[in-house]
């Protein structure tokens, strides 16, 4: 059951969230200049039209990107993000939106290896498309990447992601990002996570999840704490008061795994300014919350405008945190809903541009050239895929 298309969704205010936090750890990894692998369990077309059936049937974007288009005040950790989205739509006009296969293959460097995932025929076809593309406008360029830096597989994330740990390097970028139309996804992430983890302790894992009234979303956050991870770190952002039907995404989060140590004071700085950008009514906050693994049980706490002490004996969390919300291990968050109704994932005429290749302006926006032949997109043709929750 695949019902699932992100471009019905994309550059909403979840995909600035989750592209953004995605831009950040990047250039941290992009600081040291050994090689990485960068994974996307769930990679979606990887480039979306704004303009076309499906991202205009609701126009998430108006709520998302849009409103951050036209800022000329953004803090400095936004910039290298909007750079990228502003690099592929030369002509000014907001055409384009970048998934996270396109964020990565932007940000990262000629050194890193991309390994792409996705479940869905038609979207794995259109992200190997969408690479050829990208492929094609650097040969104009000039440039041209090594054949095995993106390899793109029409497969099930979850399963694959065992299989690719260790990485080579040593150094691994994880990004989980499923629909959560299944409940089953958010026990397949955690699951993912754990057998990870035990394979390769070290690397970066980032979960984006949706905010909802439904057990499973409410729980998940506390799960992930529980995971055998050093760190993690867990960032919410809510646009507004839940409709009383509980229609449309208010709330989501991005959920850091062995978080780079630069990351909590970044979005101390840009979380307000989300909050008062994209926030629609009183309802609108964000959170920051983060702990250490110290024995293996869990406590995680989250307190708005509270004074960071680290509370819990085991796990330890340190609540930081957005506008004013007190919330106990197993209390829902304020503004949480239930089956915040998807727009319908209809079918049909899934349209994905050529992005126009430009990469982010922003400080660490990849630096190198390639040289030899570049990736294989590999298989795009058969398969199934999954809907979910996201809102
Ligand atoms: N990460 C993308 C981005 O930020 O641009 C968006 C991904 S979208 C939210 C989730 C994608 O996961 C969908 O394209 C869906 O087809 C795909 N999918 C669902 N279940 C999957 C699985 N088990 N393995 C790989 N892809 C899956």
């Known amino acids: 059951m695949l019902s699932y298309r992100h471009a019905f969704h994309a550059g909403n205010h979840a995909d600035v969230l989750k592209h953004f936090v995605q831009v950040q750890l990047h250039l941290y990894m992009n600081q040291k200049d050994a090689a990485y692998t960068?994974?996307?369990?769930?990679?979606?077309?990887?480039?979306?039209?704004l303009d076309s059936a499906q991202a205009t049937k609701n126009a998430e974007f108006d709520t998302g990107i849009g409103p951050l288009w036209t800022c000329t005040d953004l803090p400095a950790p936004l910039v290298p993000y909007m750079d990228l989205v502003k690099g592929m739509n030369p002509s000014g006009k907001m055409r384009y939106y970048p998934g996270s296969p396109y964020v990565a293959e932007q940000v990262s460097r000629e050194q890193d290896r991309l390994r792409l995932f996705e479940l869905h025929p038609s979207d794995c076809r259109i992200l190997a498309?969408?690479?050829?593309?990208?492929?094609?406008?650097?040969?104009?360029?000039?440039?041209?990447?090594?054949?095995?830096?993106?390899?793109?597989?029409?497969?099930?994330g979850f399963n694959s992601l065992k299989a690719l740990l260790p990485p080579p390097s040593r150094r691994a970028l994880v990004l989980i990002d499923p629909p959560y139309e299944i409940k089953d996804d958010y026990r397949r992430v955690r699951d993912a996570l754990d057998e990870a983890l035990g394979k390769f302790p070290s690397g970066i894992y980032a979960v984006w999840y949706p905010v909802l009234q439904r057990m499973e979303s409410r729980q998940f956050a506390d799960r992930l704490?529980?995971?055998?991870?050093?760190?993690?770190?867990?960032?919410t952002l809510t646009t507004r008061t839940p409709t009383p039907d509980g229609h449309g995404l208010h709330s989501s989060g991005m959920f850091i795994l062995n978080p780079p140590?630069?990351?909590?004071?970044?979005?101390?700085?840009v979380m307000p300014y989300l909050v008062r950008v994209l926030g629609k009514d009183?309802?609108?906050?964000?959170?920051i919350e983060k702990g250490t693994q110290v024995t293996g049980a869990a406590a995680g706490r989250l307190v708005g405008d509270a004074p960071r002490a680290p509370v819990g004996n085991a796990r330890r969390a340190s609540p930081l945190s957005g506008k004013g919300s007190l919330r106990l291990p197993g209390q829902s968050m304020p503004g949480r809903e239930e089956n915040p109704g998807r727009p319908a994932r209809?079918?049909?005429?899934?349209?994905?541009?050529?992005?126009?290749?430009?990469r982010p302006q922003g400080a660490g926006a990849r630096p190198a050239k390639?040289?030899?032949?570049?990736?294989?997109?590999?298989?795009?043709r058969k398969g199934p895929r999954s809907g979910g929750g996201r809102g």
């Not at 498309?129 to 099930?156: L, M, P, Y």
């Not at 009183?282 to 959170?287: L, P």
Request: no cysteine; proline share 6%; glycine share 14%.
């Open 346 to 358: 209809a079918a049909g005429g899934e349209r994905t541009p050529a992005a126009e290749g430009r």
């Open 370 to 380: 390639g040289d030899g032949p570049r990736a294989a997109a590999p298989g795009a």
């Open 282 to 287: 009183a309802g609108a906050r964000f959170t």
């Open 129 to 156: 498309e969408n690479f050829r593309k990208v492929e094609a406008h650097k040969a104009e360029q000039g440039e041209r990447s090594r054949g095995s830096r993106v390899i793109i597989e029409h497969g099930d």
């Open 261 to 269: 140590y630069t990351l909590e004071p970044m979005l101390r700085e």
């Open 225 to 235: 704490k529980r995971l055998p991870a050093k760190e993690w770190l867990n960032v």
């Open 38 to 49: 960068y994974i996307d369990t769930h990679s979606g077309a990887g480039v979306y039209a």
